[in-house]
């Protein structure tokens, strides 16, 4: 159908080889002083390694990118004092005439076996396809309308595949306006306390490589989140848990809080509980007014969700112990 905004009826489905043979611990390297290699034939990788630490390591990634005159622009690595566990990202250039892409895979598919990994992740973001994603959101569209421009602008690879509201937009509001310019399908999925529609959702999100809860204001069942299989990121206000309930920001703002922030986190069977991703505060003072107070706390929300978005497709993101992440910063 070439009109994309869908309503949905309850009814209906629709290098570095002169490292000593060492593990290290927790060390950020960059190697700005390597001569860097001008030929435009150059690609930028990034490789992300997730392994029991053994002494070796680090020696034979570095070895398999300059055997292949790969170029190691960074290298983040982190072993925990009390948890022999080694986790690495490198980012480097290759020349694909060199090592192709087939290649590539191969060999840090070599290495992972020899090292036993519980991940190893290659991506090469010029030739890989853009991570497919689908964004839930509800009434409130600040986060929503940022993704969708950052989306616009190129800040994120990703390919938004559709839009999922309980919230009806009508024909001429600028969401809408945006998505039908762009070609994006916008779902309208009305809910209900006994309908959650989230049969409808899964079939709508089953070929995404993640999803985006930009402040959608229902909660996921453990058993979509078993169906899903895939992460969902979350954002959610830094006010929780002290303002709960309708109208946190104004709770807030009349207890005269100093700090406000915002929180992405990976979504669990436990709410708002999942390994946290990315936190960001704003100062606010006795000078704001209810305005400015939301204007700053919507703010917030928005960079946190985008950095989470960002570090996720730059790989910079690990799952740690049960309930926590390795974020290499950027």
Known sequence: ???????ISPSSRSQVSQFANRSFKTTQNHYGSIAQPTSSSLVHGIHQFHCPDVVGILAKLSDCIASKEGNILSADIFVPDDNHVFYSRSEFLFDPAKWPREQMDADFSNLAKKFNAMKSVVRVPDFDPKYKISILASKQEHCLVDLLHGWQDGRFPIHITSVISNHERGPNTHVIRFLERHGIPYYYLPTTKENKREEEILDIVGDTDFLVLARYMQVLSGDFLKSYKKDIINIHHGLLPSFKGSNPSKQAFDAGVKLIGATTHFVSEELDSGPIIEQLVERVSHRDNLR?????????????????IKSYCELRIFPYEANKTVVFRS
Do not use: G, W
Request: charged share 40%; glycine share 0%; aromatic share 8%.
């Open 1 to 7: 159908m070439n009109f994309l905004r869908r309503v």
């Open 292 to 308: 400015t107070f939301i204007q700053k706390s919507e703010d917030v929300e928005k960079r946190c969700l985008a950095k989470a």
